[in-house]
């Protein structure tokens, strides 16, 4: 899955890593409940932000690609199973 | 002296958990492909439950447990953990040394003036962790004035604990301690002690140095201090480059290829990777050692040495393949191999190709380089090798702490 995205994110000091606050998706914007993990990942020779994160019962992995400053979905998985 | 054994719980299943919250509290396996036949890089607290350790095949953690859930392993996230928990550490001292991907000693002389007591700083340690990884992500600190009583705390803490032994409980730890508990002594050694009658720590303290040095060697004076409660290997700090002494790729063969000619395909493939690694560090190196496992889990390997040193995948997989036509060649059922450069020179050190023929082949192997630079590890792969983009995405990190080292010195 490679869905763009528009995220909202906060720069907060002493943070290592920008924090997604709300993500625009499926017509609105969704407010970020918590982000589980936050970790890098380098493809080809470039540094990606890969973020696990739930909004609204979903939980969602986000990528960042710095070199086009953009977002891409690239998971989704229900919260809990049943 | 005061050292710190930092070791990660269940270090590679945590991060999934972590990761992926609806995972916590099931038992999970990381392992590479289920269906390659690989083995449990690591399993979480729920399948520990169920008898399954790490090391063990995938097959084996199916039988017991057959709801168990594998999760294909994430390298680049476990290096990435890793780093981040390294930083913490190193914010208080430089004397940290990365013993494996998911393990650190920590030389904390320095810094417990600051701290009523060790375990004070333990728990600030721990409390860190988990606002910067995560509430899933745990670790267990053992305290000691050397390694090997750290690394023997945190055993009996696990998971999830602080252990401290302080200098007058040492004789006691000692008297407790069977051999095989020491990370070093394995089951044949303590079979051997055993017929001395030696089975605690304290029981090879009490054997004299220069009869353990007569039966074990050289091995014998370690031997002898682990019995006194003394490690006589120092902290290596994270800063201190290690020279790499070889470089090499071994994989278990999936089922499609345990024939002669897959296993021909994968040895092209991890001298490729093999040739690319020793390219990007720099080296070349002239010793070739090649190996295999046959379908009864017997070893075969052996060594090649290169008139000159090469870093050219051609001239690797040759040698190595030389090799294994003298071991007998491939058989079918062949279950693994893997392809090993040693005595390893600076490529600096080394002259320019004479003939145009070395030249063209050095030029078209950098020209792949920045290919792969650029579009990532297998942008380019050689038509032979085609299938073995089966073996990609096997579970990685173990022996990545140089690595990790590495990138831990840049930043």
């Given at each position: 899955?490679?869905?763009p995205l528009?995220?909202?994110?906060?720069?907060?000091?002493?943070?290592?890593?920008?924090?997604?606050?709300?993500?625009?998706?499926?017509?609105?914007?969704e407010?970020v409940?918590?982000?589980?993990?936050?970790h890098e990942?380098?493809?080809a020779?470039i540094?990606?932000?890969?973020y696990?994160l739930s909004?609204?019962g979903?939980w969602?992995?986000?990528?960042?690609?710095?070199q086009?400053?953009?977002?891409?979905?690239?998971?989704?998985h229900?919260?809990?199973?049943? | 002296?005061t050292?710190?054994h930092?070791?990660?719980?269940?270090?590679?299943?945590?991060?999934?958990?972590?990761?992926?919250?609806?995972?916590?509290g099931?038992?999970i396996?990381?392992?590479?492909r289920p269906d390659?036949?690989?083995?449990?890089?690591?399993?979480?607290k729920?399948?520990k439950?169920?008898?399954?350790?790490?090391?063990?095949?995938?097959?084996?953690?199916?039988?017991?447990?057959?709801?168990?859930?594998?999760v294909p392993?994430d390298p680049?996230k476990?290096?990435?953990?890793t780093r981040?928990?390294?930083?913490?550490?190193i914010s208080?001292?430089p004397?940290?040394?990365?013993?494996?991907i998911?393990?650190?000693f920590l030389d904390?002389?320095?810094?417990l003036?600051?701290?009523?007591?060790?375990?004070a700083l333990?728990?600030?340690i721990k409390r860190?962790?988990?606002?910067?990884?995560?509430e899933?992500?745990?670790?267990?600190?053992?305290?000691?004035p050397n390694k090997?009583?750290?690394?023997?705390a945190?055993?009996?803490?696990?998971p999830?604990?602080?252990?401290?032994i302080r200098?007058?409980?040492?004789?006691?730890?000692?008297?407790?301690?069977?051999?095989?508990?020491?990370c070093?002594?394995g089951?044949r050694?303590?079979?051997?002690?055993?017929?001395?009658?030696?089975?605690t720590?304290?029981?090879?303290?009490k054997?004299?140095?220069?009869?353990l040095?007569?039966?074990?060697?050289?091995?014998?004076?370690?031997?002898h201090l682990?019995?006194?409660?003394?490690?006589?290997?120092p902290?290596?700090?994270?800063w201190?480059?290690?020279?790499?002494?070889?470089?090499?790729?071994?994989h278990?063969?999936p089922k499609?290829?345990?024939?002669?000619?897959?296993a021909?395909?994968?040895?092209y493939?991890?001298?490729v990777?093999t040739?690319?690694?020793?390219r990007?560090?720099?080296?070349v190196?002239?010793v070739?050692?090649?190996m295999y496992?046959d379908?009864?889990?017997?070893y075969f390997?052996?060594?090649?040495?290169?008139?000159?040193p090469?870093?050219?995948?051609?001239r690797?997989?040759d040698?190595?393949?030389?090799i294994?036509?003298?071991l007998?060649?491939?058989?079918?059922?062949?279950?693994?191999v893997?392809v090993?450069v040693a005595?390893?020179?600076?490529?600096?050190?080394?002259?320019?190709?004479?003939?145009p023929?070395?030249?063209?082949?050095?030029?078209?192997?950098?020209?792949?380089?920045?290919?792969?630079?650029?579009?990532?590890?297998?942008?380019v792969?050689?038509?032979?090798?085609?299938?073995?983009?089966?073996l990609?995405?096997?579970?990685?990190?173990?022996?990545?702490?140089r690595e990790?080292?590495?990138?831990?010195?840049?930043?």
């Amino acid at each position: 899955m490679e869905e763009p995205l528009e995220v909202e994110v906060l720069f907060s000091p002493g943070k290592r890593y920008p924090e997604p606050i709300q993500v625009f998706w499926r017509g609105a914007w969704e407010k970020v409940e918590k982000i589980h993990l936050v970790h890098e990942r380098w493809q080809a020779g470039i540094r990606h932000l890969v973020y696990s994160l739930s909004l609204g019962g979903t939980w969602l992995s986000v990528r960042f690609d710095p070199q086009r400053a953009r977002w891409v979905l690239e998971e989704i998985h229900p919260l809990s199973e049943p | 002296m005061t050292i710190f054994h930092i070791d990660m719980d269940s270090y590679f299943a945590s991060v999934e958990q972590q990761a992926r919250p609806w995972l916590r509290g099931k038992p999970i396996v990381v392992s590479g492909r289920p269906d390659i036949h690989s083995v449990v890089a690591a399993a979480s607290k729920e399948a520990k439950r169920y008898g399954i350790k790490a090391g063990m095949s995938t097959w084996e953690a199916k039988k017991l447990c057959p709801e168990v859930i594998f999760v294909p392993g994430d390298p680049d996230k476990y290096e990435s953990v890793t780093r981040r928990f390294l930083g913490i550490l190193i914010s208080y001292t430089p004397m940290v040394e990365v013993y494996s991907i998911d393990e650190v000693f920590l030389d904390a002389t320095d810094i417990l003036p600051r701290y009523p007591d060790p375990i004070a700083l333990a728990l600030e340690i721990k409390r860190k962790f988990r606002e910067e990884l995560g509430e899933w992500i745990t670790c267990t600190i053992g305290i000691a004035p050397n390694k090997l009583l750290a690394k023997l705390a945190t055993e009996e803490a696990k998971p999830n604990g602080i252990k401290w032994i302080r200098p007058e409980d040492v004789p006691e730890v000692l008297r407790n301690t069977p051999v095989e508990a020491v990370c070093g002594i394995g089951p044949r050694i303590a079979k051997r002690l055993s017929y001395m009658g030696v089975w605690t720590l304290a029981d090879l303290g009490k054997i004299p140095e220069a009869y353990l040095k007569r039966v074990f060697g050289v091995y014998g004076t370690v031997l002898h201090l682990w019995g006194m409660g003394v490690d006589p290997t120092p902290l290596k700090p994270y800063w201190q480059e290690e020279e790499e002494k070889s470089i090499g790729h071994s994989h278990a063969l999936p089922k499609s290829l345990r024939h002669p000619e897959g296993a021909r395909r994968v040895l092209y493939y991890l001298s490729v990777k093999t040739a690319r690694r020793l390219r990007k560090k720099g080296f070349v190196g002239r010793v070739i050692h090649a190996m295999y496992r046959d379908e009864e889990m017997k070893y075969f390997g052996a060594q090649k040495a290169l008139s000159t040193p090469t870093c050219d995948e051609r001239r690797i997989f040759d040698a190595a393949m030389e090799i294994v036509e003298r071991l007998g060649g491939f058989p079918y059922g062949v279950s693994l191999v893997g392809v090993r450069v040693a005595g390893l020179e600076r490529i600096s050190a080394h002259p320019y190709p004479l003939f145009p023929e070395e030249a063209r082949r050095e030029k078209l192997l950098s020209a792949l380089d920045r290919i792969r630079d650029r579009f990532g590890e297998e942008a380019v792969i050689p038509a032979s090798a085609l299938d073995c983009q089966l073996l990609v995405g096997a579970t990685g990190g173990l022996g990545r702490e140089r690595e990790i080292a590495r990138a831990v010195r840049a930043s």
